[in-house]
Every structure is written in C-alpha cells, then in structure tokens.
C-alpha cells in the first residue's frame, strides 16, 4: 500500500484475512448444506448412499456435468479402458442442450425411438445397440 504507514498496512492485512476466514466459514457450510440436500434427494429417489453431487446454475450447465460425471464413471467402470468413439443415447424428445453437451464432449449421440410416452426404454436402446 503506497502512502500509508505501516500501522494502516497491517490493519488491511487484519481486515483482509478475517474476510478470507469469513469466506471459508461460509463456503464450508454451504458445501454442508448442499451435501445434505443433495443426500436427501439421494434417499428419496432411492440412489445408493455413495451416490453424490454437486448443484449447477441451470439445466444446460447440469446436463453437461451429468453427460461428464457420465464418461467418467464409465471410464472408471471399464478399468480405464476407453473405446474409440463414446456414445450417448438419447430420443428425439431429450432436451436440445444435451445434444450441445455431447457436441462439445466430441461425443456421438445414438438417436432411439422413444416409446409412445416420448420415453426412451431399455429394448429399444438393446436394439439400437
Ligand atoms: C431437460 C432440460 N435441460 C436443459 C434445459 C435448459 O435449461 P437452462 O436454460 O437453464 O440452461 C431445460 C430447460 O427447460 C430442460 O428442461
């Protein structure tokens, strides 16, 4: 700080580590409460107690993260192994951003035919594969 005594130097550094200590009180308790919400939506939609999360600012921003956090369980799940293209299957009724999300991964999307209820169901999705 030019200009000023040391006196005034040290207050700002005092005021400037009690704002860093503040930040990361309130950002720990927030990560707290997101991990509760986050398990009680867990329960109840009957996922396995290591399921986790994290929330994003809107849908386009939590499809990618979904399609992402996706690769990298399957990744995982292969030992590693990666096959030469990745697919992604989706119905024309999927939401656009999905599409996006998979473009911008260099993933290829597999288009299945949606059931009568626009959904996408697991013979379909066999026999596209
Ligand atoms: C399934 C789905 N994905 C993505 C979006 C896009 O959300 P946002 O505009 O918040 O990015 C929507 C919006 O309605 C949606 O329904």
């Known amino acids: 700080m030019h200009?000023?005594?040391?006196?005034?130097?040290r207050l700002a550094e005092q005021i400037l580590a009690y704002a860093e200590d503040r930040f990361?009180?309130?950002?720990?308790?927030?990560?707290?409460a997101e991990?509760?919400?986050?398990?009680?939506?867990?329960?109840?939609?009957?996922f396995p107690a290591r399921a986790g999360g994290a929330f994003v600012?809107?849908?386009?921003?939590?499809?990618?993260s979904a399609l992402v956090a996706?690769?990298?369980?399957?990744a995982a799940n292969r030992g590693g192994?990666?096959?030469?293209r990745w697919k992604v299957a989706a119905t024309s009724q999927a939401h656009?951003?999905?599409k996006r999300?998979?473009?911008g991964m260099d993933v290829d999307v597999l288009e299945i035919e949606p059931d009568a209820e626009g959904r996408l169901r697991g013979g379909a999705l066999r026999e596209a594969l």
């Open 70 to 74: 996706a690769r990298h369980t399957a």
């Open 3 to 9: 200009g000023h005594t040391d006196e005034t130097e």
């Open 35 to 46: 991990n509760q919400a986050l398990r009680w939506i867990s329960d109840l939609a009957g």
């Open 101 to 103: 999300a998979a473009r």
């Open 96 to 98: 656009s951003s999905g």
């Open 81 to 84: 192994e990666r096959p030469a």
């Open 24 to 32: 990361r009180l309130e950002g720990a308790s927030a990560v707290y």
């Open 57 to 64: 600012q809107g849908g386009t921003t939590g499809n990618l």
